[in-house]
């Protein structure tokens, strides 16, 4: 009695999970994940609105990395809410903590600052620059380096990515910190603000 009971629950198996299967692809053809999207748009979460800084932030991504300098051209070109976008601020505690948040950084991912290496300066994408004191998130391992070096600009660039010797800063690792990294250097995934100043 009990293996005729086996049997019979082992059939009734065989027949309804190829069923949930085929139930299961029909949802996903009617919900593309955001995985789906992101193929298609670049979008992978977001916008997702600030009330502290009044801008929207968005994490976007690439099918091939790409390079600081290229990632802040396509974030400019990016309009939400009839604002264009910059590669992200992140200025204070708050902003950090809501990108934190709100956006699972599992990669290395470009923001809106640059380590201009001749005069050892470092530039928001807004051109305001990040001085001494000023709020910062870097790595324990960047931070604490006193052997950087900066890469340089191949002269063969197309003109509109031709700019002095530079680093662009990007969150990485776990917890995401801020790092530097030379202008050869690639990442599929940017974070854009939309500096809306309303939601």
């Known amino acids: 009695m009990v293996r005729k009971t086996r049997l019979v629950v082992l059939f009734l198996l065989a027949i309804m999970l190829p069923l949930a299967a085929h ?3 029909g949802i996903e053809k009617k919900h593309p994940s955001y995985k789906d999207n992101y193929k298609i748009t670049g979008s992978v979460k977001g916008p997702f609105y ?3 800084t009044k801008s929207y932030f968005e994490l976007r991504w690439w099918k091939k990395g790409r390079k600081w300098r290229q990632a802040y051209l396509e974030a400019q070109s990016l309009v939400f809410k009839d604002t ?3 590669l992200a601020l992140v200025k204070d505690l708050q902003t950090h903590t809501f990108i ?13 600052l640059q380590y201009y290496c001749d005069e050892q300066r470092l530039n928001w994408a807004d051109d305001s ?8 998130a870097w790595s324990y ?8 070096r900066c890469g340089f ?4 660039y197309t003109p509109e990515l031709h700019m002095k010797s530079h680093m662009g800063v990007s969150y990485i690792g776990q917890p995401p910190m801020w790092q530097a990294s030379g202008p050869e250097k690639e990442y599929d995934f940017f ?3 939309y500096p809306t100043g309303k939601e």
């Open 191 to 193: 974070l854009v603000e």
């Open 129 to 136: 620059t990040l001085k001494k004191g000023d709020f910062s």
């Open 100 to 112: 934190q948040t709100h956006f699972n950084i599992s990669a290395a991912t470009w923001i809106g």
């Open 50 to 52: 600030d009330p502290h």
């Open 23 to 25: 139930a299961q692809v």
């Open 141 to 148: 391992r960047w931070a604490r380096r006193d052997d950087i």
């Open 84 to 86: 264009h976008g910059r």
């Open 153 to 156: 600009m191949n002269p063969h």
